[in-house]
């Protein structure tokens, strides 16, 4: 480029001698490499700033992503794997020496009237299998109720309770006998017992605390192949869900790890190996994927203790069955919404306190009612021997009504 073509390229306000072209043109020149170099490596040398230039490479274990969406960039911090990895490895390591499977042998007497014409019934040996969860160095085991307690009938059969209990521990093929200590049907616990000790009880953590989201591990042996390992999230806090069989509703922690035939009694925790719940239940039906329940180990706590201590959970007891009024079924029977007393039990609460086959309870301790489970929910919060105070409508007249609470028999 000659001068003249020079004087063209720069602002025509500024002029230039012949005399120092040379150092107008070299120190601008040098200065501006020198910065470009410096501000480049800046940027190269901060992530952030080298991807907004270069893009994100797929070499990264973990990158921050940004992309638009909407009216503006939402940044978005990628999980390295290799983390989460680490974390199911940890929590794995944690809960496994303290899960162990459960096999339950049982009778099964066929009383179909097919072979009562051949003079008699058929009898077979069936087996099932579950999950428990060590609380104790000395062999207590926690399950669920319904693992170890299979006694049922209908008109073609009738299933023995288990003759038989066996426990598996983990990394250990020896297979030990176990005692059932204690059963309780309402919360669908049970506890065991092995002769053995120096055994690791899992740690539990503080299920009030859970939140939705955070990482889920299901243990158990689904199966009955072994212990297994499932991972997923918390998707859910306390979910109201009912059980199909027995209809007892429960509040739940719903999670997406896969709970399978035999995760029952075993353990769902979080990302410390901590459990947060016992699995119970899941949802089978055809389009259902990853919707499985646990119970929440807060919850379960006092109930192992009375288990353990009694044989038994101690509860208060009024002492009716009742059946639940809604709006509808109230007007058409000429009533008022609440529990109808279908049955009142000799020498019980109810009947000392002076409730009658017919009356409508409306209120328990002051706060509205209309079915069984709110009265049960309100009556539990109470101990053996407290004072509560029933509002009823008999024939269109209120009352009010104070019991003392007795203790419910064993179930």
């Not at 055809?286 to 919850?299: C, K």
């Not at 009658?356 to 021997?385: C, F, P, R, Y």
Request: aromatic share 6%; net charge negative; hydrophobic share 35%.
């Amino acid at each position: 480029m000659n001068e003249n073509e020079f004087k063209n390229v720069i602002s025509p306000s500024k002029s230039y001698h012949s005399t120092s072209l040379g150092k107008s043109i070299a120190l601008p020149f040098i200065s501006g490499v020198l910065g470009c170099t410096l501000v480049l490596g800046t940027c190269f040398g901060v992530p952030s700033i080298k991807e907004k230039i270069l893009g994100s490479t797929g070499g990264s274990s973990s990158t921050s992503n940004s992309s638009s969406a909407g009216s503006g960039i939402v940044n978005t911090d990628l999980v390295s794997l290799n983390n989460y990895s680490d974390t199911a490895i940890y929590a794995a390591g944690k809960i496994l020496p303290s899960i162990v499977g459960i096999s339950i042998s049982y009778k099964v007497t066929s009383s179909s009237p097919y072979f009562s014409m051949f003079g008699g019934s058929v009898s077979s040996e069936a087996t099932a299998s579950g999950s428990g969860i060590i609380i104790s160095e000395d062999g207590y085991i926690v399950t669920n109720n319904h693992v170890v307690d299979s006694s049922s009938s209908s008109t073609y059969y009738d299933i023995s309770e288990a003759t038989s209990i066996k426990v598996t521990l983990y990394g250990d093929d020896t297979q030990y006998d176990a005692t059932i200590v204690g059963k309780d049907s309402q919360t669908d616990l049970a506890v065991l017992k092995i002769d053995k000790t120096d055994l690791t009880p899992a740690e539990f953590a503080d299920s009030d605390t859970v939140q939705v989201g955070e990482f889920a591990m299901a243990v158990g042996n689904p199966l009955d192949l072994g212990t297994t390992i499932t991972c997923g999230v918390v998707s859910a806090v306390n979910r109201e869900v009912q059980d199909s069989e027995g209809g007892t509703t429960y509040t739940c922690i719903q999670t997406d790890a896969a709970i399978n035939s035999g995760n029952s009694g075993g353990a769902l925790v979080n990302s410390q190996g901590q459990v947060i719940g016992i699995n119970t239940l899941k949802v089978t039906s055809t389009g259902v994927e990853g919707i499985g329940f646990a119970i929440p180990i807060n919850s379960t706590t006092d109930i192992i203790d009375q288990l353990i201590t009694y044989n038994t959970v101690k509860r208060p007891y009024i002492g009716i069955s009742g059946r639940d009024l809604d709006a509808s079924t109230a007007e058409r029977y000429n009533l008022v919404e609440g529990v109808y007393v279908v049955s009142v039990e000799e020498y019980s609460a109810a009947e000392k306190a002076g409730l009658q086959i017919g009356d409508v309870i409306i209120q328990a301790d002051g706060q509205s009612i209309t079915t069984m489970d709110q009265l049960n929910e309100i009556k539990n919060k109470h101990s053996i021997g407290d004072t509560m105070t029933l509002k009823i409508n008999r024939e269109g007249q209120e009352k009010e009504i104070s019991l003392t609470l007795g203790e419910q028999n064993s179930n």
